[in-house]
């Protein structure tokens, strides 16, 4: 028995620290896998509502995979009031628009709008921001 007592109290302290750093490697790793970012492979833009009020809000999937639930959560920041919409599936290089009949909801500029996706991470702009882009495109392209 001493042996084996003295084998095992040899080798337990590398043991422990090789168990130990295994451990330690799989956390780092879990951890650096749930802080990666995962953004919707989709394309918010707006376009000038043919009423002549407001914007209505184009969300266009460019990925070869259809986007699951997709939620549109405008809020007007100096009311404090905000509406929503879910677009239950949008399929690969599809378009979607949503605007007054989809949702009640006339696009201003200074709104805040957050999307939700299965699967994806929260995505929050504002009005500004996505017409900012897209006038930003349109000057690069001519």
């Keep these: 028995m001493t042996e084996i007592q003295d084998a ?12 130990a750093t295994v451990v330690l490697i799989v956390a780092i790793g879990l951890i ?6 995962k953004v ?18 184009i969300l266009y999937n460019y990925s070869d ?12 920041p100096t009311t404090a009031t905000g509406k929503s919409y879910v677009v239950p599936l949008l399929g690969p290089k599809e378009k979607v628009e949503v605007g007054w009949l ?8 200074g709104e805040k709008i957050a999307f939700a996706v299965d699967g994806y991470d ?21």
């Design 8 to 19: 095992f109290s040899y080798w337990r302290r590398p043991l422990l620290i090789g168990l």
């Design 32 to 37: 650096g896998k749930s802080m990666q970012t």
């Design 40 to 57: 919707p492979p989709f394309l918010p833009l707006l376009r000038s509502s043919l009423t002549g009020i407001g914007y209505v809000l």
């Design 65 to 76: 995979e259809p986007l699951r639930n997709v939620t549109v959560m405008a809020t007007d």
């Design 102 to 109: 989809e949702m009640g909801w006339f696009f201003e500029r």
């Design 122 to 142: 929260l995505v929050e702009e504002t009005t500004n921001d996505i017409l900012k882009f897209q006038e930003e495109f349109e000057r690069s392209a001519r």
